[in-house]
């Protein structure tokens, strides 16, 4: 890759995390609301760390701070010992300004080493950046929703960033499904531009015939399915997903509640009443699962998905970006074909998450991205409002536990083709 | 089906329970060692009700008892309220004799129903019988594998069951490799006699070229696993795999204590050294998985194996049967092809537990058998020392949570093939 | 201690757990419905091995069988370890038949041992023979509160004795307060038969004047207790009472379910309506605290009702005897003083379960009886229904943890004198 | 009490609270390291909200933030719904300026009304205010031992401030012991200056002749019970205490290590050898009476130690002070009588935290002060290093639950007298 693309990336994208931490104080860039979230100054230093440790590091570059390997290491093993994970929101120490004295001085570095190395060893060290700054962006997406999920639980309801409506209107493709006629088809990463090594090797995989939804799952879907009774009806669900929802009390979405018609939600831009037409967000997999059911239908495959999203333009959706004057929303609605498809919300797929055929972790620590998590976990596709464009293509493959509702997560329907 | 034949069907898996149940006192068959597992006493009552439920009381019989709907439902929400499954070992009435007295008056009500209907009648009563009777055997297996978990716990070790002591010299097939072509396959069930709602549709799949294993990975292998560390190094665990492995303290298959090349076990035969090539049983998915990545190789696909069994006779391995004279083991040795293939031990799969594609629960009740279950599993397949013969076929399908060690569950490894 | 004096006494309270039990099933007796009970065989076992372990064991007398120390040691820090006392309701073996094998067993060893001392050796087996004695007649009464617990979780609500209607016309004493002048007052145990550890040495201690109510609190004033309110209140409660009452759910005292004025609940005798002025039983100490708030009073402490009850005739009150002819109960209504002072319920007294001024445990593994429970538990004085007549004196200090609720508990009220 | 000394004393509690404070980073007031800790911020939050809610709104002073009633109150049911004390750590907001905004707004409305009321009215308010500045000097104190446990969870070991070294050489008196003659006593406030509702009424009580150590329990005395097995041996311990110290994984004092002779530990601080001669501290009161009972002694009652302070100079031990140049430490040694009487750290009683003889909570929410926490709880004396002046009087009661170990908490012997 070339020399000066390479930093212009890194710098991009480096820049792009402050600039959607810049609106937090230093006490809500430490809030950690569940274990599984991180506080946002973590995010911040995490990402460094990556750099520091799978970059610097092996190239003999000291390292900024002795300790902060410890403190920032998420879960690779081979590295070494880590901080406990729902211990994070006990870290004052660093503070938010330390953890950017932090990551200037890695940037430092960074800059330092892309331009003393000759062209060899920069396309040896190449992959390692770019997989560092596509792993950045998947916590800039983090950052975003345990920010989110954080300041709901304070009685608060403190504001990320007010932005101007967005209207739905226009968005939805008129409805209907697109039909996809199945066979023998090629799914998985074709090689050109980056991946990650959950999307390869490129295999076949044999398909029946079978049609998607054009539109996601929308507010009024739900909103009938509470009113209907859904959240009360163990036939709509699978077993686990319905003790799940009464174990946690589940009677909406997550930071939403439903009376009759109306929908409100507390967003990252405050509480709002939600657009009927607008797409659903923040089902756990086993809501999805139980929707589609009460729709008459089911939720796609991940090779269904990608097959049919082959070719589309991910150019569609409502997409949140981050300018130097702050967070600003867009919304690009599609006359035809499926709607939404990268933005706005991910959607579960029925397809676990497993290893494709002939798959082989990438050697060393780093090869404990993706595979160590292939067990018990559900795959989406598509893309959210707070995913980074870079992150938008077919084969991606996101995964989270079938009772995750904090992500911004959502429905698209499937059927068997008649 | 003849009424004769399903007559003669219904009396042999019947006889076949109360003869499992026939070792245990009234106590051991009250005996709920965990919420997972169930006592013998219940296995006999629910199995009893399950024909009461589904065949007797729809066509208008009355009810043996009225409060036993509620005691013994397992997990049907659609035919009311049930008694909470951690509670059953609570249960001491109806006692053991009472339950008997219950299986008596079932099969009476049954003979007389299945004596009195013409025809057509019993054509359409048949594959509800015929799936109490798969039913009634699933919870042969699992009356077995409960007991001897329950009398783990005991100081006392009890035995269930003396029996002459089985050698495996000569099981074993020579080691190596048997290689698949892959291609588009197809698996599911093929119609002609009973099978399970989730192993239809018979569908297509396609497979890249593969190899498995001839023999069952061995308690030699597994005693390596053990000396050589394999419980305390994460980088060959599922990450959630080594969490649970640590959590719970595993330092050995259950059952078992590896010292050296050593490995002895608790079994329902009693305290007893394993054979250093006997199959090795007991592990949970985390440990197949992790011990398959130890030997270099991994777990096959469903599809793989089911695509590798086809056709190969289901007479193989180490079995249990109950006679009138009690409780014996066979063990049937093979020369070529794969080994232990439908005996001695379930083999986990690298597949999640989903619908297959076209997939349709039954209608009723009875659809709640398999489809609410199809999350967070890992499929099965051969069948274990403890399945009955009407069980072994190619395709079924067994599920468990990947850390559920109390099956008789082994390992088979597979690998791409070059 | 006369020989034949301590056999008769030995025979007769052996003779009285054996009839306890009578109307239990093999499998009732294994019944453990909670950690904190245990199962009727158990305690039928456990009380022959204290024998066996302080009285034979010590003389060289060879033990029944080497592997029931470990079973049915109890909390004997000193003998060895034990087995874990959540487990107990999974020992199926030894059955019910073997222990009692081993009751009889233990008893010809007994009374061989005895025959055979000479005076001064008889004098010196004495105190812990007797200890024996007193400790199982404590089991005796926990045997009946276990299996109670243990009935009360199955939905067919086994009855363990039909029993004679009791009507409570009569025993109320016409109500009101005894007055106490206070001042400096010796307690304690005197000398002169039986006493445990705990109720030594008698001391002195200083009281100011006070009253006790005549009567226990009735059923009726629990009513009216949850009729206005009182479980929602938490300014009636202590906190961690009121949190506990919230976190389990309370609405009534254990067993009882209130509508209106009527208070039915679930007994060893079936289930019935309560008569109102009957005493309220199976109160936690949060409870009794609560309502005696409620009633404009407080709870008396140990010192103030053990003064008031010197002196006190200990034949009052609701009593469950047992005879060849099987369970019965009688009540002893009583004109004036304190009406049901030893009989009915167990009254909770302001006091945690402290060491007396001066206190010194036992030497040995019996110096575990008591005094390492003296933290976190209240005491109780008087008597109930199910406790042996042995153990009704004024110097009795029975102790539970303050949410413990399946014992028969109830309440008298204080009030300081002015 | 006269205007100027009640503003005075208003304004130098006031004051304190956020000297101590002052060394604490935003981040770090945020940090709640356990539910039973709080924030720095919140302390400073609530003991404003505490004026607020009892003095200024039933004046009819307008709140500063009518969100903060909320957000701040602790415990009082009667004053309304609160925030759940376990997630007072997610409150990033208001921050720590923003709090600093609330108490001087607090302060500017309590000036003002205190400049305002007429003699009779300010007589009426100032129990409040006095109420107010005691329960602030008591978060003041809770402030310091709730960021000690928060510092001891981050790996970086946060030093609070650092300090001139203190040595203890010729802290000790010498040892040995003071005897009291017991009889009739009297305990509890006897009028005059302020105290807590639990410290009254005055009222008799009798004692046996008593000794209490001169000095209070060292470090070398924990290192030997470390040595020679102390928390291995349940012997030695209450069962509970030996439960929850295997459960816990206690193997020293709380934020200390023993190696032979040497204890090292983590202090607010920093790190540091601790000197064997200086008393322990951070033990529970599990632990206090376990090693009590290693040393051949017990723990004195509360009556006993109040008993032999009566009298005593409260000018003795280590203490922390904070002035306008931060935070200091003295030291006051002495010759004779009871030795860190009231500095250094507070001493566990064998006295379980109940209601005086004829105690009656104050009414309205006040009254929650102390009476709805007398359950489960044990009552320590005298005062540590990090007690306010003010709060150093021989009839002060705290209270901490046994297992509590984050409080700088000792042990002081005691014995029968011969």
């Not at 609106?23 to 950690?32: I, T």
């Not at 092996?58 to 902060?68: F, I, K, L, T």
């Not at 300041?151 to 101007?164: D, H, K």
């Not at 939805?172 to 799914?187: A, D, F, T």
Request: with cysteine; glycine share 10%; net charge negative.
């Amino acid at each position: 890759m070339h020399r000066d693309r390479l930093l212009e990336a890194y710098r991009r994208v480096r820049e792009r995390t402050e600039r959607l931490a810049a609106p937090l104080s230093p006490e809500d860039q430490l809030l950690q609301s569940m274990p599984s979230a991180s506080p946002a100054k973590w995010h911040r230093a995490h990402t460094a760390w990556f750099f520091e440790e799978f970059v610097l590091a092996p190239r003999g570059v000291e390292r900024v701070d002795a300790r902060y390997g410890y403190l920032f290491n998420s879960y690779y093993d081979a590295v070494g010992p880590r901080h406990p994970r729902p211990s994070r929101g006990l870290l004052s120490r660093p503070t938010a300004a330390e953890v950017g004295d932090y990551r200037r001085a890695v940037d430092g570095r960074m800059e330092a080493l892309l331009a003393s190395l000759d062209d060899v060893a920069l396309a040896e060290v190449a992959p390692t950046v770019l997989l560092g700054l596509a792993h950045e962006e998947q916590h800039q997406e983090l950052l975003l929703t345990d920010i989110h999920h954080a300041f709901a639980q304070s009685p608060l309801r403190p504001v990320y960033a007010r932005e101007p409506a967005i209207t739905m209107a226009g968005v939805r493709s008129g409805g209907g499904w697109v039909e996809h006629p199945g066979g023998l088809v090629e799914v998985g990463h074709a090689g050109g531009g980056f991946a990650f090594d959950n999307e390869a090797p490129r295999h076949r995989a044999w398909l029946e015939p079978f049609c998607l939804s054009r539109d996601l799952v929308r507010v009024r879907d739900v909103a009938a399915f509470v009113r209907e009774g859904g959240y009360r009806s163990p036939s709509l669900w699978l077993s686990e997903g319905f003790e799940c929802a009464r174990a946690q009390g589940w009677e909406a979405p997550l930071y939403a509640t439903v009376e009759g018609d109306r929908v409100r939600a507390f967003t990252l831009h405050g509480e709002c009443e939600l657009e009927p037409d607008a797409p659903a967000t923040n089902l756990s997999y086993y809501e999805a699962d139980a929707v589609a059911r009460f729709l008459g239908s089911r939720l796609p495959t991940e090779v269904e998905w990608e097959a049919a999203a082959q070719g589309e333009n991910p150019d569609s959706g409502h997409q949140l970006d981050v300018t130097r004057d702050g967070v600003r929303s867009s919304l690009a609605p599609r006359a035809g074909g499926l709607a939404s498809l990268y933005g706005t919300a991910w959607v579960w797929t029925a397809s676990s998450y497993e290893a494709y055929p002939g798959f082989a972790p990438a050697a060393g620590a780093v090869g404990e991205y993706n595979g160590k998590f292939m067990v018990n976990q559900r795959v989406l596709r598509g893309g959210s409002m707070y995913t980074p464009r870079g992150h938008l293509r077919a084969s991606y493959r996101n995964f989270w536990h079938p009772d995750t509702r904090f992500q911004r997560t959502g429905v698209r329907l499937a059927r068997d083709a008649r």
